[in-house]
Every structure is written in structure tokens, then in C-alpha cells.
């Protein structure tokens, strides 16, 4: 390795360490807050800042796009295996696609509307799943070859499923499948999954048409959809490693968010929705109780600011001593 490259990677090394220091600070920002905003039972929230826990419950739900999770919101976290010019592979991030329905926190002493647009998810990972490039074909095969895309499946989707949910993320057209939490009768989720397999098999028929040479169609899905197209070659060509996570119903969760007035309330009950605040940005999901999510935070706030600092000052210390200036 020349000089000049070991003078580079100490010039990165002092940059990631002023970043990590200075994100140390906005994590033991949100810790602080977490820490001053005390718990307190749902039927006593105020307008403002507050922390509530309690299980998460709701009407209606969503099929959640990798397993077929029936969840409040779910979030899929896209990664494509990259290789450099050397040949060296490794995971790049390709594209997030979160989705969800509004739902209620309730504890023994009430309940309360919940709009997790914009939060920060602290939660368990559902799955991780690697499709493309040979290797999901593989894993599909073991379980007697490919899948019907049926939500109801305790499978999941299949890998072409999974590949083409990929090519309409990244084009932001991924649609959520519906699933009643009503009692049977009440409501009828069967429409939306006809509607969702429609729209799945008109998406099948553009990759065809394209895959076929038909050009005009290509380049007007690529302009209609940001510059992504629909045929093979597009998006979801390559190895991908699909993260989920979700909010699921009858699991408990921790919750600080801003609580405003519900601009639709049901009764007099529901006059209140938890949101992120615009004045205080802090708007935290998690799985986690009160006591290990503040532990949680405050070590990721000491590891950023004390091994960012050091990275900084020995990358600095070194770059001085090279230069003759120390």
C-alpha cells in the first residue's frame, strides 16, 4: 500500500470520526428527552410531547410484502450485492419501502389513534431473505418449486414475487394487501386481493411485452415511474437481501410521539392521535420497555461520541505527525 493511499484512508478515518461524534450528541439528544418524558396511562395524555406503552390493535391491517405478516405498518429494508472493479462484493443499500395503516395503543386505562408516518422503528426484525442471483431459486425450489401469490400462505411469496415486489419498490408502486380484522361478515378483504393480484399480473404482462422488445412501452414506464423500467434488465436484475419489519397486532410496544387533536374522531374517546411533532421531531416506535430503550440509547450515544472522538483525533494526530507539523 503507498503513502498515499494510507494518507487517504487516514483523511476518512478523521472525516467518519467527526461524523460519528456528532451523531453521539443527536443520539443522547433523543435519550435526554426519552429519559425527561416519564410513562404515564394513555387515559391521561395531553396535548404535547409523551411516552405511552401499550398492545397494538386496530380494524384492519396490512399483508406485509415479504412473509405476508398481517400488520398496522411494515418497513423493507432493500439491499443489492455489488461488485467493485476489483471484483470485491458487498451490500449496497437499493430501496426502503415502509407502508401502514393508522391503528390504536391501548393500555387498562384506554386507547389512542397512532399515525406512525415519519417514526423511528426500534424493532425486531421479522426476516431477512436473499432472492435473485441464483441463490432464492435455490431456496424456493426445496419447498416443491415456485409459489401461488397467495397471502394467505404460511410460505411467503415465491422468489419471482419477492423480485418483481423489488422492481415496484424501488419505482415507489409497491401496493399493500388489505386483511380485515373484523369479524367474518363485517368486511370483505377478498376485493382488495383480487384487486392486488389484478394489478400484480398487469405488472407481469409489461415485463413480457418489454422482454419482447416492445421499446415505447419501456421508455414510457421508465418516464411514468422516475426512470425505472419494467422489463428484465431493470431494477430487480441482480442478487437482493430483502429486511422486514413490522407492527403487529396484540404485540406490546413503547411509544413517544407528539399527541394532537384527531382531526376525525369516532366518539369522544378518540379525540386524540400520537404523531411526529413539528416542533419536536422525536417520534419513537419500539418494542423494547421504557427502561432497555433508554439503555439502548444511552450506550449508542457514549459508543458515537467516545469512539468517534478517538477515530477523529488519532486519524488528526496521524495526518499532523505526516505532514511534519507535529
Known sequence: MSSDHITLYAMLGFGAGMYWFFKGFRVYR??????????????????????????????????????????????????????????????????TDQKGLRFYLQDQSGKVLVDAAGAELDLNQNVRREVGGGFGRGFTSLF?????????????????DLLEYVGKAAAGLAIPKLVSNLAPGESDPDLTRAQAQRELE???????????????????????????SLGRG?????????????????FEYDITGTCVENPQPRDTNDRNLIVKGEN?????????????????????????????????VACLAFLLVRLGWL
Not at 416443491?144 to 419471482?160: F, N, T, V, W, Y
Not at 431494477?235 to 397486532?249: A, H
Open 234 to 250: 431493470s431494477s430487480w436484475e441482480g442478487q437482493f437481501r430483502l429486511t422486514e419489519y413490522c407492527i403487529v397486532p396484540g
Open 202 to 228: 398487469l405488472l407481469r404482462q409489461l415485463r413480457d411485452q418489454n422482454s419482447r422488445g416492445a421499446g415505447a412501452l419501456g421508455a414510457l414506464g421508465g418516464v411514468l415511474r422516475g426512470g425505472i
Open 30 to 95: 433523543k435519550y435526554r428527552v426519552l429519559a425527561d418524558t416519564p410513562e404515564i396511562p394513555i387515559r391521561s395524555i395531553a396535548m404535547g410531547l409523551v411516552e405511552i406503552h401499550g398492545t397494538a390493535q386496530g380494524e384492519e391491517s396490512l399483508y406485509s410484502p415479504v412473509t405476508y405478516t398481517p400488520c398496522y405498518f411494515y418497513k423493507v429494508e432493500i439491499e443489492k450485492w455489488v461488485k467493485d472493479s476489483r471484483g470485491r462484493g458487498s451490500w449496497k443499500r437499493h430501496a
Open 144 to 160: 416443491g418449486g415456485r409459489q401461488k401469490m397467495d397471502p394467505g400462505a404460511s410460505l411467503g411469496p415465491s422468489e419471482d
Open 280 to 312: 419536536e421531531p422525536t417520534f419513537l416506535i419500539s418494542w423494547r420497555s421504557e427502561k432497555e430503550l433508554e439503555g439502548s440509547l444511552h450506550s449508542r450515544a457514549m459508543l458515537h461520541v467516545f469512539g468517534g472522538g478517538t477515530l477523529c
